[in-house]
């Protein structure tokens, strides 16, 4: 059975509070209707449970979030999943800036776009490894200083020519790897990355989750995957290590 909460003209402090009460009376799944902007949906919550949002999801959707999975039917505003630790969210609509910032866990699955500085300082630890799939196209300074981590953006609906980044992809970043389905152009990329040969490791990434998108939104696993990828990894993991120490 789902609890359903009805967020129209509902002050976010409430909602949050309802949410989290809700959660703690035991109900394992939460349905929020009619949400127009609310922030910090699913902020600081450790569990299993389900929440689905209707509508659009406003800042700070999952920061901080640490188990749940949520499901927008709609887009999300910026810093969604900001400093997530764990969990999945799924988004069938898209985003605006700084996706997954220093995100540490967890998972993120976008049906569309994101905006600027997608996936900046992401970290990992031992198997903590966080995950972020883009569908569309992402915009500027996407993995800015990334230090761990997992980016792939699959450039769905870019065919016509749009960019499926910005400039200064991968800028400062020390950590981790980026997938771009196609075939990147460097001039588009940070000073700090390059281009390196898939290996199976980096297939199996591939098929895992793409896979997981696959399911999420329904569209062509072997379409997706019959195009080929750019992987983006630093040069080295102190790129400005001379500006602060001898």
Do not use: W
Request: glycine share 16%.
């Amino acid at each position: 059975m789902v609890k359903v909460i009805d967020a129209e003209g509902v002050y976010y402090r409430d909602l949050n509070r309802m949410v989290k009460d809700t959660l703690k009376s035991g109900e394992k799944d939460i349905l929020l209707k009619n949400i127009n902007g609310q922030r910090y949906i699913g902020d600081g919550i450790t569990g299993s449970q389900t929440i689905i949002v209707e509508g659009t999801a406003g800042n700070d959707l999952a920061a901080y979030m640490n188990g749940l999975q949520i499901i927008v039917n709609g887009n999300a505003q910026d810093g969604a999943a900001n400093t997530m630790n764990d969990g999945v969210v799924v988004i069938h609509g898209s985003t605006g800036d700084t996706l997954g910032y220093a995100m540490r866990g967890g998972e993120i699955f976008i049906r569309g776009n994101t905006g600027y500085r997608a996936g900046i300082h992401m970290k990992e630890y031992k198997e903590k490894i966080p995950v972020i799939v883009v569908g569309g196209c992402a915009g500027d300074f996407l993995g800015e200083y990334m230090a761990g981590g997992i980016i792939i953006v699959l450039g769905l609906g870019c065919e016509d020519g749009t960019r499926i980044v910005g400039d200064y992809c991968g800028t400062g970043m020390h950590g981790g790897r980026i997938y771009l389905r196609g075939i990147s152009q460097p001039h588009k990329l940070g000073k700090e990355v390059k281009t390196a040969a898939l290996d199976q490791e980096d297939r199996d990434i591939l098929c895992r989750y793409i896979g997981r998108y696959v399911e999420n939104f329904g569209y062509n696993f072997e379409f997706i995957m019959s195009e080929e990828f750019t992987k983006l990894i630093p040069f080295n993991k102190r790129p400005y290590g001379s500006l602060y120490a001898y």
